[in-house]
């Protein structure tokens, strides 16, 4: 099955830097990329994703990019704020298959605790 | 638009006792429904997933089930808790024919 490896597992940066968060995963057949924020004792939210159709996408402050040559995919946020520390889960999933029941099955990384100060 | 509802909210539960969690969606029809566990507040782990009505597939062995009895309904059950069930239960559900998930407010489960 879908292997997704995240790193780092913590990032501390000053308030306006940039912060840099990576997954590779193992099946090449994974044609969906989305990354989840997750603020203690909150749900994860949707923050962005993309598709293997495209390289890059872009949301102000936000921005994701794919490589499926090396089967990488990153997140990108500038201009980091203090509301912008959680949890950050990359995720990676399968199109659909015989019978359907691979289409959704995200398989996530372990999470990545950024902490951005003021 | 669409909700997705969780209770309860928190949970205290004795080991050996039984446990029934519950998810409603609002606001659409023939959802594919989950139910995630995250453990130490990090890693989701995928426990079971359904695509319709009474249809319910496991991804891991454990002493928990799962039933779907309405199309937006998906209950998750135990019938004797473990000290190792407990974590934050997430159910998630996403529109048919789409690829975004979306996760309910979830259950924060303590076995003691």
């Known amino acids: 099955g879908e292997n997704v490896e995240q790193h780092p597992s913590t990032l501390s940066v000053q308030e306006g830097d940039s912060a840099v968060i990576k997954c590779t995963y193992s099946?090449?057949?994974?044609?969906?990329f989305p990354w989840y924020k997750q603020e203690l004792g909150k749900r994860p939210q949707l923050i962005i994703d993309i598709r293997s159709n495209v390289g890059e996408k872009k949301d102000q402050r936000i921005a994701v990019t794919l490589n499926k040559t090396a089967k990488h995919f990153s997140l990108h946020i500038t201009e980091t704020q203090p509301e912008d520390s959680a949890v950050y889960f990359c995720?990676?999933?399968?199109?659909?298959?015989?019978?359907?029941?691979?289409?959704?099955?995200?398989?996530f990384g372990q999470g990545t605790i950024l902490t951005v100060h003021p | 638009s669409q909700t997705i509802h969780q209770w309860p909210a928190t949970l205290v539960q004795p080991v050996g006792s039984p446990l029934s969690l519950e998810c409603t969606v609002e606001g659409t029809s023939n959802p594919n429904l989950y139910w995630y566990r995250q453990a130490a507040g990090r890693g989701l782990q995928l426990l079971f997933y359904s695509v319709g009505i009474g249809q319910i597939s496991s991804e891991v062995p454990q002493n928990l089930s799962a039933s779907r009895p309405q199309d937006r309904q998906f209950i998750l059950s135990s019938k004797k808790l473990l000290l190792s069930d407990s974590g934050f239960y997430l159910c998630?559900?996403?529109?048919?024919?789409?690829?975004?998930?979306?996760f309910g407010p979830g259950t924060r489960l303590t076995v003691t």
């Open positions: 995720a990676a999933s399968r199109p659909r298959g015989a019978g359907g029941t691979s289409y959704g099955k995200l398989t």
């Open positions: 998630a559900w996403r529109r048919m024919g789409a690829v975004a998930l979306f």
């Open positions: 099946d090449s057949a994974s044609n969906y």
